[in-house]
């Protein structure tokens, strides 16, 4: 293996290890940390920030302070960085629970989902159905507010008038996907919504006799741990989608 490819892989290393961290934390990232991590010195892994910074992926909020991933980082690190993790039985059990009830209408349905979506995620979980264009179910607006990129009361404001303003939001949320695409997920300004471009909005497919009949989404802030938020939605997409074949 060249030194550049070494090299290559390091800085790949670090950035997922710094984004990983920073999800978790909500603090921005030392380098400290990361070299306790690799075994290597705190020297070396500022140098490794330095060139994430300069190639887009970090950001330092303050002169001397961590590192933070961009929307750039958050970019790379979903399309090649993240390993998924995989649904806990415990919570496969709860979503399944959910279905098992005598359900006959798709109002309760697709409130139930919402519901279930927001409690495995802990972010905001959302159902359209493309044939009810003006309408959608969502739960879980709480646990966004929570997070400490929320404290900001006019951040708060945004974020719930763009939630009111449905229209915009399922906009959002039923673009066209490509062909064979199964979820997509939208970081920041890829959203096209100043209000909520602090946030990141997953969506995935559902289906109704095997066509695709609408979406699922999760919104939450940017900091959000795509490892779990990505197959828990896909996994509710899949049980609903069955769910909605005994209907």
């Known amino acids: 293996m060249s030194r550049n490819t070494n090299f290559e892989s390091r800085r790949k290393s670090v950035l997922e290890a710094t984004v990983n961290s920073y999800i978790k934390s909500g603090i921005p990232v030392a380098s400290d940390e990361i070299a306790r991590e690799f075994n290597l010195s705190s020297a070396t892994v500022r140098n490794i920030f330095v060139e994430l910074e300069e190639g887009g992926y970090l950001t330092h909020p303050y002169t001397s302070g961590g590192r933070i ?71 879980g607006i709480s646990f966004i ?42 970081i920041g300004e890829e959203l096209g919504c100043p209000e909520i471009e602090n946030c990141s909005v997953i969506v995935s497919r559902y289906c109704l006799k095997k066509k695709p009949s609408g979406r699922l989404a999760v919104i939450g802030p940017k900091r959000m741990e795509y490892r779990h938020t990505i197959p828990a939605l896909e996994y509710i997409a899949d049980t609903l989608s069955e769910a909605l074949g005994k209907i």
């Open 69 to 139: 991933p961009t929307n750039k980082g958050y970019r790379y690190y979903v399309d090649f960085l993240i390993s998924q993790m995989g649904l806990l039985d415990e919570e496969k059990e709860r979503v399944t629970s959910v279905y098992e009830q005598k359900i006959n209408r798709f109002e309760d349905i697709f409130e139930y989902t919402s519901e279930v979506i927001s409690t495995i995620t802990h972010y905001a979980g959302i159902v359209s159905f493309l044939d009810w264009q003006d309408r959608m179910f969502y739960k």
């Open 145 to 186: 507010l929570e997070q400490p990129e929320f404290k900001d009361s006019q951040r708060i404001r945004l974020l719930i008038r763009m939630i009111e303003d449905k229209r915009r939001l399922l906009d959002i949320i039923n673009r066209d996907m490509e062909q064979g695409e199964r979820t997509v997920v939208l």
